[in-house]
């Protein structure tokens, strides 16, 4: 009897995180990771734990507590050849290096007229959710949204996340790849075994419904979900779409289901004013605006910094401020 091995894990997404990264080291000599404490200690959420001792020191690489130093020297590498990918410890530690992204990275295909990419994944735990201190739970990616010749990237779940960060290795253009740390260890599924990828640019509808569209991404997304089910008790059935890539994001998508439900909600945890999700409403309006049966809503952090523990819940959307919002598109 001939017993097949399983094709698939079942992971949390910091191991997926972890199995995407083993995968590319595997499949492509050039890759290097480098970042603060990656090697011997595994990183602050023990993302590269083990890969140091099975790759060696010359492939995961423990750099100076210096996050410009270390984004330069990637930028460096990645013009000449190799696949870099850089962890920031905490998506609120990158702007020291916020220079050599914006004035450097971004700019190297149009700078050279397309004679030289920069191939350059940067990894970045972000978010609220887990009581860390200051500048630790930042969710500022509307800072590189803005700037064209950057990707950003947000996975909510595991499979995504091993197949987003695949993708991501693989693409010509530098990349911020976001993980969203509340969501870490909080659930697992399967995760196939090997090399796949999930498309760049592409949301996904991970709940259908009519009545109302609701945009969220990273671990916004298990709650817009517990939200749309908890709504389906009174009748509101919600077109659930996690946007996955940031920018450039799913245009087609959210079009289709905007133009079909009439109508739209935002949910993201960042600060309100000036986030994404005012870019997203800005699309919606521009080009749906005859199909809209209400304003479209938002939800999302405060106008203030991340507080400390005992107000951070209070900070973050949650479930009952989602469905407050999306009953109240549906009703006007």
Known sequence: MNISAPTSQKL?????????????LTDKDELILL????????GVFRATEGLQAEFGEDRVIDTPLSESGIVGVAIG??????????????????????????AHATRIRMRTKGHFTVPLVIRAPYGAGIRAPEIHSDSTEALFTHM???????????????????ASIEDPDPILFLEPMRSYRAFREDVPKGKYS??????????????????????????????AENLEQRKIHCDLIDLRTLYPFD??????????TGRAVIIHEAHATNGLGAEL??????????????????VAGFDVPVPFYSLENHYLPNVARMEKAIEETVTF
């Open 281 to 298: 409403i800005s699309f919606i309006q521009e080009r749906s605006f005859l199909y809209l049966k209400a304003p479209v809503a938002r």
């Open 12 to 24: 949390t997404l910091v191991q997926a995180v972890t199995d995407g990264l083993r995968t590319m």
């Open 198 to 227: 999930v498309e760049i640019g592409k949301a996904n509808t991970v709940k259908n419904g009519d009545d109302v569209t609701v945009i969220a991404w990273g671990a916004m997304v298990p709650l817009a979900m517990k939200a």
């Open 148 to 166: 064209p010749g950057i990707k950003v990237v947000c996975p909510s779940n595991p499979y995504d996340a091993k197949g987003l960060l695949i």
């Open 77 to 102: 590498m990645s013009v000449n050849g190799l696949l870099p990918v850089v962890e920031m410890q905490f998506l609120g530690f990158i702007y020291p290096a916020f220079e050599q992204i914006i």
């Open 251 to 260: 245009r087609e998508v959210i079009i289709e289901s905007v133009q079909r």
């Open 35 to 42: 970042g603060e404490d990656i090697g011997k200690n595994g």
